[in-house]
């Protein structure tokens, strides 16, 4: 019989349905936008538009992709807060921030200027979450399975994100044309994320946090109740003193230290600077080789590609969006750390690349041709590009993220990279229509087919492989030039506890597996 720690199971659930937001954002919002009812509102029928074909495509673009914009500026105020507010209440106030923009989002109607104003409101909240959520859940799992914890936010997310298909098909196979119609699509993840609001009040904050504030006997407590242990449990104990270990050294590490100081020191040190420009360089690879934006337009990307009919698109949305869940858990799970950071990022950048090229073929030669085995081909072409994205850059870039900067510069090189995972997502999202538009469809695949094989180039020179590196030996993986990433190695051999740490030029003494996430 397993032993199973209910309230740990509990708390996990909870905070990790922080991700529905972003993940229902990216399926059930963005789907509703094409109901029919949807379309009628808020002025999308390609009739009124006739002479005018982009700026009906900037406004479908506005509408999906002003949540992104403020999730962009929402993952930075969390930055600022979740340290002052504490994890738990920082989680509090993000969710009710985003539902407060999710119903002025649902009674906009048709109200163009309220509904962006409320995707903008909605999406601050959304971001929040977005940092907040996995902070709190890598600092309550034990070092062995924090991965495998942190993981269940993105599984969470992206089985939402699949939901949201399936329910827009079922208004609009169900349901009569009209505003209740979308209504009920947009405000269905209040439901869940509002049970998960009021479980929260159940819950304590992070020992993590409430220890780095001085309320020892709270942290304590905390734990023991996650661990199911009472608190004179000498593992929970040496638990206990590990994070405090942890905190006592960050602190020491970050002491006076100016943010303008650590910017300088990441500009002026070649090893510092090679791995924020690294961490920048996958932000920037991943959301113009399609990344999530293409997720936005999924369901026109089918019908593109020869699926018919406005429900046999929205199933086959649905199937994508599990394809991605499903690929994501093989490679989180198991797969990278079988075959490898590099290889997963190089192997799934080569099927985003190759997806990207026969597609731009399809629409330049047979999109209007009826050619049912091409046809065929490019709508399997879009669950290869599902399969890439996922094994590759999706998650891999959130690895190396975790594992290549010291702690000393660790908090700016996070914001920078949140920062530029949304703000350059946003751009995706919001040019990609006027792309299909201004480029005849086809032009926008050779773009993003172009960010992939120069990002395969790039990476595939620049990223060392990190798997099984310890923390303290990555200014060595980093000494040498930064095109031979490709061939750097550490030595392992010597490698053991406090002589490890002699080993490193940078001597960032935070070793604890904690810090990896």
Request: net charge positive; with cysteine.
């Amino acid at each position: 019989m397993f032993d199973i720690n209910w309230y740990y199971v509990f708390t996990i659930i909870v905070i990790a349905s922080g991700s529905i937001p972003k993940g229902y954002d990216e399926g059930g919002f963005s789907a509703s936008v094409g109901l029919i009812s949807f379309v009628n509102d808020y002025g999308l029928k390609a009739s009124l538009w006739k002479n005018d074909a982009a700026g009906l495509a900037s406004r479908k673009a506005n509408i999906s992709s002003f949540g992104v914009l403020g999730a962009a500026f929402g993952s930075l105020i969390a930055l600022a807060v979740t340290d002052r507010l504490g994890r738990l209440r920082s989680w509090r106030v993000f969710v009710a921030w985003w539902a407060s923009g999710i119903l002025m989002q649902v009674f906009s109607s048709g109200i163009i200027g309220l509904m962006l104003f409320a995707r903008i409101w909605g999406g601050l909240g959304a971001g929040g979450l977005t940092v907040v959520a996995p902070l709190y859940l890598s600092e309550i799992a034990p070092a062995k399975s924090r991965g495998m914890v942190v993981s269940i936010y993105m599984v969470i997310l992206l089985s939402f994100l699949t939901l949201g298909f399936f329910i827009n098909y079922a208004v609009n196979a169900s349901m009569a044309v009209g505003t209740a119609q979308y209504r009920v699509v947009q405000a269905f993840p209040l439901i869940p994320v509002g049970i998960a609001f009021i479980c929260s009040f159940f819950l304590r904050d992070t020992p993590r946090w409430l220890a780095s504030k001085d309320r020892g006997d709270e942290a304590l407590a905390a734990l023991a109740q996650l661990r199911r242990s009472a608190k004179s449990d000498q593992r929970l104990s040496d638990e206990y003193e590990e994070i405090q270990e942890q905190i006592r050294a960050k602190q020491q590490n970050l002491a006076g230290v100016p943010i303008w100081t650590i910017i300088k020191e990441i500009a002026t040190t070649s090893s510092y600077r090679k791995r924020f420009l690294l961490g920048a360089a996958m932000q920037t690879v991943a959301q113009w080789s399609g990344g999530n934006g293409i997720t936005y337009y999924i369901p026109e990307i089918f019908k593109y590609a020869g699926v018919v009919g406005t429900n046999t698109s929205l199933i086959t949305s649905g199937a994508y969006g599990i394809v991605k869940l499903v690929f994501t858990m093989v490679f989180t799970w198991g797969l990278v750390d079988v075959f490898g950071r590099r290889r997963c990022m190089l192997t799934g950048l080569t099927l985003q690349c190759l997806t990207h090229v026969y597609m731009s073929v399809y629409m330049a030669i047979f999109k209007d041709s009826q050619n049912k085995p091409a046809s065929d081909a490019a709508i399997a072409s879009v669950f290869v590009y599902a399969v890439g994205w996922s094994i590759g850059l999706c998650t891999v870039q959130y690895l190396y993220g975790t594992e290549i900067y010291p702690t000393r510069i660790r908090s700016v090189c996070y914001a920078t990279n949140m920062a530029l995972h949304w703000f350059f997502q946003f751009a995706v999202v919001r040019v990609t229509p006027n792309m299909f538009v201004s480029l005849d469809i086809w032009g926008a695949y050779i773009f993003w087919a172009m960010v992939c094989a120069g990002g395969f180039v790039l990476l595939g020179l620049w990223a060392p492989e990190t798997k099984g590196i310890p923390m303290e030996k990555m200014g060595e993986l980093f000494a040498g030039r930064w095109w031979m990433g490709w061939k750097a190695t550490v030595d392992m051999t010597e490698y053991s506890g406090d002589a490890g740490l002699k080993d490193d030029p940078e001597k960032d003494t935070t070793t604890n597996e904690v810090e990896r996430v």
